[in-house]
T-cell receptor, first 114, second 114 residues
Framework: GAGVSQSPSNKVTEKGKDVELRCDPI?????LYWYRQSLGQGLEFLIY????????KSGLPSDRFSAERTGGSVSTLTIQRTQQEDSAVYLC????????????FGPGTRLTVT | AQSVTQLGSHVSVSEGALVLLRCNYS??????LFWYVQYPNQGLQLLLK??????LVKGINGFEAEFKKSETSFHLTKPSAHMSDAAEYFC????????????FGAGTILRVKS
């Protein structure tokens, strides 16, 4: 079946612009996770959703970062007023629910802030 | 707080030789443990997981890992390396009470020499 998809696969933006990254989880998966992978920081948790609510936003690095999930499916990660340090690969994962062990990852969105 | 330490950012083995990638974890309660593999420009793929059942866990592509509570370790092994095993490997820990968000080690890049 279809896996986790993310769009765009690559995004180049100018410093100060806003960007939206999209994640389509596996159908029927109620838990959705966002992670960031960067050279300096490795793989970091950002936020997770169970259904449409986000019980844990502790990994969001600043208030410029926000995420939402509607209809228990698609999620959007928004970064406002992008900075060069936001350049990274943003990975999305989903699992059947937050009590499930296995998370399935999408291919990621590579964000470059110039 | 949970944490993961992977010893060796780079490991090089000859084709056909034993692969050993080291992972130690820190957790206040027995965690769930995972190994993921990442090929260039791709997302993360789950190799294997430990979820408090058998301590020796077998995964895909001939990999296995052993959970050793006394050593707080979860090392990944494969008896005979293939060229196709060249990739980056991440050890991760999660706790159900934290929504099973993953905390990753820094990663180990495996190089396989012919």
């Amino acid at each position: 079946g279809a896996g986790v998809s993310q769009s765009p696969s690559n995004k180049v933006t100018e410093k100060g612009k806003d960007v939206e990254l999209r994640c389509d989880p596996i159908s029927g998966h109620t838990a959705l996770y966002w992670y960031r992978q960067s050279l300096g920081q490795g793989l970091e948790f950002l936020i997770y959703f169970q259904g449409n609510s986000a019980p844990d936003k502790s990994g969001l690095p600043s208030d410029r970062f926000s995420a939402e999930r509607t209809g228990g499916s698609v999620s959007t990660l928004t970064i406002q007023r992008t900075q060069q340090e936001d350049s990274a690969v943003y990975l999305c994962a989903s699992s059947f629910d937050s009590g499930s062990y296995e998370q399935y990852f999408g291919p990621g969105t590579r964000l470059t802030v110039t | 707080a949970q944490s993961v330490t992977q010893l060796g950012s780079h490991v090089s083995v000859s084709e056909g030789a034993l692969v050993l990638l080291r992972c130690n974890y820190s957790s206040s309660v027995p965690p769930y443990l995972f190994w993921y593999v990442q090929y260039p420009n791709q997302g993360l793929q789950l190799l294997l997981k430990y979820t408090s059942a058998a301590t020796l866990v077998k995964g895909i592509n001939g990999f296995e890992a052993e959970f050793k509570k006394s050593e707080t370790s979860f090392h990944l092994t494969k008896p005979s390396a293939h060229m196709s095993d060249a990739a980056e490997y991440f050890c991760a820990v999660s706790l159900m009470e934290y929504g099973n968000k993953l905390v990753f080690g820094a990663g180990t890049i495996l190089r396989v020499k012919s």
